[in-house]
């Protein structure tokens, strides 16, 4: 057993993937709690779509594609905000023209060349263990970048998050803390790019955070136990793909499904939702 | 008439105190959303320190408008707005907020102290979270309320009474000296309503200043210091038994009300419970 689990990380590629996994586990969890709760989960997706004009443009310019997808991506954050201030539609409509357009930018430039790289597949679909020592390295400072940021300014996107006209009135600048959740979604976005690919890294913010609110009540705890539940659902894909010998992000979003169905079946069972939250949140009843 | 004689003993000190300065003053306010006509339109108003002000209007009469221009949430085109004398902006410490409880997100995974705590918010302390002083005074804000024990509740978990009551302790816990509070009533059972009203008449008598839109008129009638009637612009300003007279409310509702023939009847039946009340709470 202790084999079976170790075996895969006396490959450098493997013990790089796992740290990836981790880094990106923390970011979902952390910012999924906002997508989650804050009804962003279209937004999640389309960040994640835009940023095909970055990496696209990247590729073309031989520029860090990192890069170009972190700045497409922010652009996107800025503009969809933007957009949903000014234009009379609905924000979902507005997330829907912006990320429409990034993501055809993308395609157009794309379609230009000759024939789609195994290492821009590796951005659309994911490819952990293709991450190199500039990736880890790249996705972990973003990371901590972004848990600097929540961490110093976590009770400012609650209350903008929670009742943003309130937070207006005590003082807090809404308006700046509503885009910087936007672009904080974007950088989470990029974090995972590499390791879980474009179509799917949307379900990272979502699955595992909402997977932890299904027993818990508060966000704080379930931030933390959403990075738990997405790290541990990444170990299990990681291996399952290692053994399978099958694609590791779609392997990683399916463990999660799983899991998330075995805990709605559970906490679905009566009083124990309400135990396991006052148990783990020590919450009186 | 029993109304005027509520609150003086507690009052009246600290009133005179802050004689000069209102604790809300609208003056010449017209506001609105941009293409369309004005939704209010040359209000002024007056919320004197210790009192309790009821905005009336039908629905359409501007009266979020007004809320949402008092709080900078909406700037106004013309026409300013003094809390203690200073614009809002610098007055955010003096003012607490009570939305209406539909415009909150419920389902929001935050504790009934979560929620009471974000009243204490007064600016910026990184990686610090709230202080000890800002737990305690949300503590005390959640025992003035009646919800000190469902503290740790999801706030999810609690009722359309209990609701109101955190958002109340909410603006409570913030030490303002003016609490703005829209519809804190709508959709309440008397008993409720009742509750909220003591709670309400306490803060008065402790020099808060209250200012608050509703559409139930007998709450104005039997807790309101002064009534103000809002349809696009003041239609009137006062005394609730001079205000709520059937020619103003035809005036402000712009339709004769099934209720009018009976308003005089409804003001003098509240003053007579309110009487009662008043000797009930003497007994306490």
């Keep these: 057993?202790?084999?079976?689990?170790?075996?895969?990380?006396?490959?450098?590629?493997?013990?790089?993937?796992?740290?990836?996994?981790?880094?990106?586990?923390?970011?979902?969890?952390?910012?999924?709690?906002?997508?989650?709760?804050?009804?962003?989960?279209?937004?999640?997706?389309?960040?994640?779509?835009?940023?095909?004009?970055?990496?696209?443009?990247?590729?073309?310019?031989?520029?860090?594609?990192?890069?170009?997808?972190?700045?497409?991506?922010?652009?996107?954050?800025?503009?969809?905000?933007?957009?949903?201030?000014?234009?009379?539609?609905?924000?979902?409509?507005?997330?829907?023209?912006?990320?429409?357009?990034?993501?055809?930018?993308?395609?157009?430039?794309?379609?230009?060349?000759?024939?789609?790289?195994?290492?821009?597949?590796?951005?659309?679909?994911?490819?952990?263990?293709?991450?190199?020592?500039?990736?880890?390295?790249?996705?972990?400072?973003?990371?901590v970048v972004l848990l600097l940021f929540v961490g110093a300014c976590y009770r400012e996107l609650l209350l903008v998050a929670y009742d943003p006209a309130m937070a207006s009135t005590t003082g807090v600048p809404s308006k700046v803390f509503q885009y910087a959740t936007l672009v904080m979604v974007a950088v989470a976005v990029v974090v995972a790019l590499k390791a879980i690919g474009i179509v799917l890294v949307n379900a990272m913010l979502l699955i595992p955070v909402s997977?932890?609110?299904?027993?818990?009540?508060?966000?704080?705890?379930?931030?933390?136990?959403?990075?738990?539940?997405?790290?541990?659902?990444?170990?299990?894909?990681?291996?399952?793909?290692?053994?399978?010998?099958?694609?590791?992000?779609?392997?990683?979003?399916?463990?999660?499904?799983?899991?998330?169905?075995?805990?709605?079946?559970?906490?679905?069972?009566?009083?124990?939702?309400p135990s396991t939250a006052m148990a783990i949140e020590g919450v009186a009843e | 008439m029993a109304l005027e004689g509520r609150h003086v003993p507690a009052r009246e000190p600290l009133a005179e105190h802050h004689h000069a300065v209102s604790a809300l003053e609208v003056r010449h306010l017209t506001a609105g959303y941009p293409g369309m006509p004005p939704a209010i339109e040359d209000v002024s108003l007056r919320v004197p320190v210790g009192e309790i002000v009821g905005l009336i209007g039908p629905n359409g009469a501007g009266k979020s408008t007004l809320f949402k221009s008092i709080l900078g949430l909406m700037s106004p085109t013309s026409g300013e707005v003094l809390a203690f004398g200073r614009p809002v902006r610098e007055a955010r410490a003096d003012i607490a907020y009570m939305p209406q409880v539909e415009e909150v997100d419920w389902a929001f995974p935050v504790s009934v102290l979560d929620v009471v705590l974000m009243g204490r918010y007064h600016g910026p302390r990184p990686f610090l979270g709230w202080s000890k002083g800002d737990r305690e005074a949300s503590m005390v804000a959640l025992e003035r309320v009646r919800l000190a024990p469902y503290a740790s509740r999801q706030v999810g978990q609690l009722s359309g009474g209990q609701r109101r009551r955190v958002l109340m302790a909410r603006a409570i816990a913030r030490g303002a000296r003016l609490l703005l509070?829209?519809?804190?009533?709508?959709?309440?059972?008397?008993?409720?309503?009742?509750?909220?009203?003591?709670?309400?008449?306490?803060?008065?008598?402790?020099?808060?200043?209250?200012?608050?839109?509703?559409?139930?008129?007998?709450?104005?009638?039997?807790?309101?210091?002064?009534?103000?009637?809002?349809?696009?612009?003041v239609i009137a300003a006062g005394l609730p038994s001079e205000v709520l007279t059937e020619s103003i409310l035809t005036a402000t509702f712009e339709r004769h009300l099934l209720a009018i023939p009976q308003a005089a009847e409804v003001v003098r039946f509240a003053d007579d419970e309110h009487a009662h009340e008043h000797s009930h709470r003497g007994t306490r």
């Design chain 2, 181 to 233: 509070l829209d519809e804190p009533f709508a959709g309440l059972d008397a008993a409720v309503q009742h509750d909220l009203l003591a709670i309400l008449d306490d803060l008065a008598s402790e020099g808060r200043s209250i200012f608050l839109a509703t559409h139930d008129l007998s709450c104005v009638a039997n807790s309101c210091d002064e009534a103000c009637c809002l349809n696009k612009r």
């Design chain 1, 211 to 273: 997977t932890a609110a299904l027993f818990l009540r508060r966000l704080p705890s379930i931030m933390i136990a959403g990075a738990l539940i997405a790290f541990g659902c990444a170990a299990a894909g990681l291996h399952l793909s290692y053994y399978a010998g099958v694609a590791t992000s779609p392997a990683i979003v399916l463990v999660a499904c799983a899991a998330f169905l075995v805990v709605l079946a559970v906490t679905s069972r009566r009083g124990v939702l």
């Design chain 1, 1 to 143: 057993m202790i084999d079976w689990l170790l075996e895969p990380y006396q490959y450098e590629f493997m013990r790089r993937a796992l740290f990836v996994l981790a880094v990106t586990s923390v970011v979902m969890g952390v910012v999924g709690g906002f997508v989650v709760h804050k009804g962003l989960a279209f937004s999640g997706d389309a960040l994640a779509h835009a940023s095909l004009a970055g990496v696209a443009v990247a590729f073309v310019s031989g520029a860090s594609v990192g890069f170009g997808a972190l700045v497409a991506a922010v652009l996107t954050a800025l503009g969809i905000g933007w957009t949903r201030d000014r234009a009379r539609v609905s924000a979902d409509t507005a997330i829907g023209i912006v990320f429409v357009a990034m993501f055809s930018i993308g395609i157009l430039i794309l379609s230009r060349r000759q024939s789609y790289t195994p290492d821009l597949m590796s951005f659309v679909f994911g490819n952990i263990l293709g991450v190199s020592n500039g990736d880890v390295i790249g996705s972990a400072v973003l990371a």
